[in-house]
């Protein structure tokens, strides 16, 4: 799961919501997207399975080292190419949908000279 779009996106969740929340669960990960709760606890255990997070008994998610530098990775991405599509005039709720599009499948030679710019 951990190459894919979907897994990327709830990695990402998982690092901006710990930025704002003591503890974060499957709840609200499920309310960041408006998911259900069984949706996104099917996706915490494949990306518990691939060692990309901790799940502990109180049903507290973090991050793996590796979970970690994925979602760092996309939400670096996710700020550069939403600041640079607002920059050329895409209005901002225009470029956050096409920045998480576009996070995923951007090649590295042109994220690099995006970041350039």
Same mark, same amino acid.
């Given at each position: 799961?951990?190459?894919?779009? /979907?897994?990327?996106?709830? @990695?990402?969740?998982?690092?901006?919501?710990? *930025?704002?929340k003591p503890?974060? $669960?499957? #709840?609200?990960?499920?309310?960041?997207?408006?998911?259900?709760?069984?949706?996104?606890?099917?996706?915490?255990?494949?990306?518990?399975?691939?060692?990309?997070?901790?799940?502990?008994? /109180?049903?507290y998610i973090? @991050?793996?080292?590796?979970?970690?530098?994925? *979602?760092?990775?996309?939400?670096? $991405?996710? #700020?550069?190419?939403?600041?640079?599509?607002?920059?050329?005039?895409?209005?901002?709720?225009?470029?956050?949908?096409?920045?998480?599009?576009?996070?995923?499948?951007?090649?590295?030679?042109?994220?690099e000279a995006?970041?350039?710019?």
């Amino acid at each position: 799961m951990s190459n894919t779009a /979907s897994a990327q996106d709830y @990695l990402e969740s998982i690092l901006v919501l710990a *930025a704002s929340k003591p503890a974060v $669960r499957s #709840k609200d990960i499920a309310e960041y997207f408006g998911f259900s709760k069984p949706s996104v606890s099917v996706a915490m255990k494949k990306l518990k399975e691939d060692g990309q997070i901790i799940v502990d008994t /109180s049903g507290y998610i973090t @991050l793996t080292a590796e979970g970690k530098k994925i *979602a760092d990775a996309v939400y670096n $991405r996710h #700020k550069v190419l939403l600041s640079w599509l607002k920059s050329i005039g895409v209005p901002e709720d225009i470029a956050e949908k096409d920045a998480c599009i576009m996070e995923h499948i951007i090649s590295e030679e042109t994220f690099e000279a995006i970041k350039r710019l």
